[in-house]
């Protein structure tokens, strides 16, 4: 996992997140633009797919659990999709929330899984 690339989905996700939860608020129901970003989430998390496995099929390793990291990926995966399936059911101020709280949801993720690839532990002795 790249630093730089973590560093970029991180904040972009972030970002989204906001620009959901300020839509939500204003009580815009799920658009194109709140739909197209978590899509745009959900394809850097492809291409981070595409990476670990092609860093893992080379020789590295997450300093961490090697499945684990590969197990909150795939999780993360489905979390957009499930949103923007809320969101097409259900054309409401809330569903942009569930937009919203995918988002954050996938930049928890992503810290989770830089620690997991990295090796960094919080609260460790």
């Known amino acids: 996992m790249f630093d730089w690339a973590y560093f970029a989905q ?7 997140g906001l620009f959901t939860v300020s839509l939500g608020l204003f009580k815009r129901p799920p658009s194109w633009f709140s739909v197209g970003t978590i899509a745009i989430v959900e394809g850097f998390l492809l291409v ?3 990476v670990s496995i092609a860093l893992v099929a080379t020789g590295h390793q997450a300093v961490g659990d090697t499945v684990e990291f590969f197990g909150y990926l795939i999780t993360a995966l489905l979390v957009p999709p499930a949103a923007v399936a809320w969101a ?3 054309r409401t101020r809330l569903s942009t929330l569930v937009i919203s709280v ?3 949801t996938i930049a928890i993720m992503l810290v989770r899984m830089w620690q997991i ?3 960094i532990r919080f609260g460790a002795q």
Not at 10 to 16: E, G, K
């Open 117 to 119: 690839w990295s090796g």
């Open 48 to 50: 981070q797919l595409a």
């Open 102 to 104: 995918a988002a954050f």
């Open 10 to 16: 991180l904040w972009f996700a972030m970002a989204v």
């Open 88 to 90: 097409a059911f259900e």
